[in-house]
C-alpha cells in the first residue's frame, strides 16, 4: 500500500476565499485540529504578504510538533528571507516556493522568458535550499504549460535541491486524464525524478479537483495538496475529506492511502465551517448533512437486514454521531474542563472561565447542553487580544405590530468610553444595526445577513453570521447567544472589531497570491 502525504492547505489557500478572514486564535485552533487529524503538512500562510500572516505562520510554526508546517514565498529573495524568520523554529522547517510556468503567465503575468523563469527558480531554490531542509518547489499553473519545458524546469529545480515538486492546476482547468498524462510523462522524461515527491494541487473550477487529484495519486504523486471542506478561491480547492475517504473506502482500486485518523474529518469540518463562516451544504459529500441519510423506504428496509446494502461508508469512520446531551445544569467545573478538552480546547484560564460563565448562563436558559453547543461557545470566546475594540454592554429593543422598531444600545468604545444610542428600523435587526451605525466611527454598511439554530429545537443556540464593508474593508463577523437580537448584534460588532484587528496587523490590503 502507498502512503500518501497530504498537504493541507486551508490557511493559505482556504483562507483566500472571498469573506473569509480567520484571526489568530481561530487559525490556531484549525491548525491543532489539523494536527490531531494527522496532516503530513501544513501550510499556515503566506508571511511576506502582511505582518498578520507573518505572526500566524510564525506563532503555527511554533505550536505544531506533528505536523511539518509550510509557509508560501514567490521565487524572490525577500519573500525567502521572511519565510525563514517565520518558519524557522518550526519542527522541520519548510519552505513553499514557486513561478509560473505557463506561456500565458509567463508572458503576461511576469514578462519573463522561459530561460528566465528558469534560472529565477534555480537561484531561488538554491537560496531556499541553503536555509530549509525541505523545499517545495511549484510551477504554478503548471497544468497549461507545454510538457517539454515543464520536464526541464522540474529537472532543474531538483538539481537545485527541490525535495518536493508540485505541479498544480492553478485555475481548475484539467481533466482526469490530461493530468494523469503530465504526471506519467515527468515520470518518464525527467532524469532526477525518483528522488522527490510528486506533488498535485486542484482547484474545482469545473467540479473535478476530486478527481484530477486521484488521477495524480494513480500516475505517481505522492502528496495530495487540499482544504478541508474544498474552501478556497473562486470554486475552492480538492476537499480533504473526500480525497482521505474517497482512497481509504476504495484501497482496492487505488493501493493507496494517507496516514489521517478519519474518525477526526467530522468535527475538522465543523470547525472550518464555523470558524470560516463557509456553511457546508446538506448533500455535500462525506460530511454533510444529509450524507448518511437513509430517506427511502426500500433503502431503510435493506439496511435494517445488512447496511451494506446501501451504505459504502459508515458514519463512525469519519466520526459522526448522534448528537447527545453531555452536560446539565449540575455538571462541575471539573467535569466541563475534561469535556472542553476532549472537544480540543487549548486556551488559558481566562478563556476557560468564560466559557465556563456562558455555559452555567446557557444552562439556565437551555435543559440540554450539546457538544454542538460547547463548540459554539468555545468559537466565541475565540477572539484576538487587541486592546481598541468595540464592546457591546446592553441592548433593548421595542416591538410591536403596531409601533416602529426601536432599539438602544449601550457600548463601551475603543477609547473605553461608555456610550449610549438609539435608533428606529424597519424591523429589530434593522433597528439594532441603525443604531450600532450611528455609535460606529466610520462608514460601515451590511452586505448579508445569515441565521442559524446550532442545534435545532426550541431552546436552541442562535448563530448569526454577518458580511459587512467597514472603512472601505469586507468583513465577516460571528455571533451567538440565546436570543437571536442579541446574537445579531454580536456579530455586527464582531465583523467590525476584526477589521479594526486586520488594519492593526496590515492585513487589509489585498496581497494574496494564487498558485
Ligand atoms: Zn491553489
Known amino acids: 500500500m502507498r502512503k500518501i502525504n497530504v498537504f493541507d492547505t486551508t490557511l493559505r489557500d482556504g483562507e483566500q476565499s472571498a469573506g473569509v478572514n480567520l484571526n489568530l486564535e481561530e487559525k490556531l485552533e484549525i491548525a491543532r485540529q489539523l494536527e490531531r487529524l494527522g496532516v503530513d ?51 522541520e522547517p519548510r519552505i513553499h516556493v514557486f513561478i509560473a510556468s505557463s506561456p500565458i503567465h509567463m508572458q503576461y503575468k511576469l514578462n ?30 503548471a497544468s497549461r504549460a507545454e510538457l517539454p519545458f515543464l520536464a526541464r524546469l522540474v529537472e ?53 479537483a476530486v478527481a484530477n487529484s486521484l488521477a495524480a495519486i494513480q500516475n505517481g504523486a505522492g502528496q495530495v495538496e487540499c482544504t478541508v471542506n474544498g474552501i478556497g478561491e473562486r470554486a475552492g480547492n480538492a476537499a480533504l475529506e473526500e480525497i482521505s475517504v474517497a482512497l481509504n473506502i476504495r484501497k482496492d482500486y487505488y493501493k493507496a492511502d494517507t496516514g489521517l485518523t478519519l474518525k477526526e474529518i467530522k468535527r475538522t469540518s465543523s470547525l472550518v465551517s464555523k470558524l470560516a463562516n463557509m456553511p457546508v451544504p446538506g448533500n ?24 451494506e446494502t446501501y451504505e459504502i461508508i459508515t458514519p463512525e469512520l469519519v466520526g459522526v454521531s448522534e448528537s447527545s446531551m453531555v ?28 466559557i465556563f460563565d456562558a455555559f452555567k448562563d446557557l444552562c439556565d436558559k437551555k435543559k440540554e447542553v450539546t457538544e454542538d453547543d460547547l463548540y459554539a461557545l468555545m468559537t466565541e470566546t475565540m477572539t484576538d487580544a487587541i486592546q481598541e ?61 445569515r441565521i442559524q439554530s446550532v ?6 443556540l442562535a448563530e448569526v453570521y454577518v458580511q459587512v464593508k467597514y472603512d472601505g474593508i469586507e468583513s465577516s463577523g460571528r455571533g451567538t447567544a440565546h436570543d437571536v437580537l442579541e446574537a445579531s448584534a454580536k456579530a455586527y460588532i464582531n465583523a467590525v472589531n476584526r477589521t479594526l484587528i486586520r488594519k492593526a496587523y496590515g492585513q487589509e490590503q489585498n496581497n494574496k497570491v494564487n498558485i
Not at 519573463?112 to 499553473?141: N, W
Not at 454592554?393 to 432599539?407: D, E, K, R, S, W
Open 156 to 208: 532543474e529545480a531538483i538539481q537545485a535541491g527541490a525535495t518536493v515538486i508540485n505541479l498544480p492546476d492553478t485555475v481548475g482547468f484539467t481533466t482526469p486524464h490530461e493530468i494523469g498524462n503530465m504526471f506519467a510523462y515527468m515520470k518518464q522524461n525527467v532524469p532526477s525524478i525518483e528522488k522527490v515527491i510528486l506533488s498535485t494541487h486542484n482547484h474545482d473550477d469545473l467540479g473535478m
Open 41 to 91: 503538512i501544513m501550510e499556515a500562510g503566506f508571511p511576506a504578504s502582511s505582518k498578520g500572516d507573518f505572526q500566524s505562520v510564525q506563532q503555527i510554526a511554533k505550536t505544531i510538533k506533528n505536523s511539518s508546517v509550510t509557509g508560501l514565498a514567490r521565487a524572490v529573495q525577500s519573500d525567502i528571507d521572511t519565510a525563514w524568520e517565520a518558519l524557522k523554529d518550526s519542527a
Open 455 to 460: 442545534n435545532g429545537g426550541g431552546d436552541a
Open 389 to 449: 475594540s468595540y464592546e457591546l454592554q446592553t441592548v433593548q429593543v421595542n416591538y410591536g405590530t403596531n409601533n416602529i422598531p426601536t432599539a438602544a444600545i449601550t457600548m463601551k468604545l475603543p477609547t473605553g468610553e461608555i456610550t449610549q444610542e438609539a435608533a428606529t428600523g424597519s424591523g429589530s435587526v434593522e433597528a439594532i444595526y441603525n443604531t450600532l451605525e450611528r455609535i460606529i466611527d466610520g462608514p460601515v454598511s451590511l452586505r448579508d445577513y
Open 112 to 141: 519573463m522568458t522561459p530561460d528566465q523563469v528558469v534560472e529565477r527558480a534555480v537561484q531561488s531554490i538554491k537560496l531556499a535550499a541553503s536555509k530549509f531542509p525541505q523545499v517545495q518547489f511549484s510551477a504554478e499553473d
Open 327 to 354: 452536560l446539565g445544569k449540575h455538571s462541575g467545573r471539573h467535569a466541563f474542563k475534561d469535556k472542553l478538552t476532549e472537544l480540543g480546547f487549548a486556551g488559558d484560564n481566562t478563556q476557560f472561565q468564560q
Open 284 to 307: 455535500k459529500a462525506v460530511v454533510g448533512a444529509n450524507a448518511f441519510a437513509h430517506e427511502s423506504g426500500i433503502h431503510q428496509d435493506g439496511m435494517l437486514k445488512n447496511k
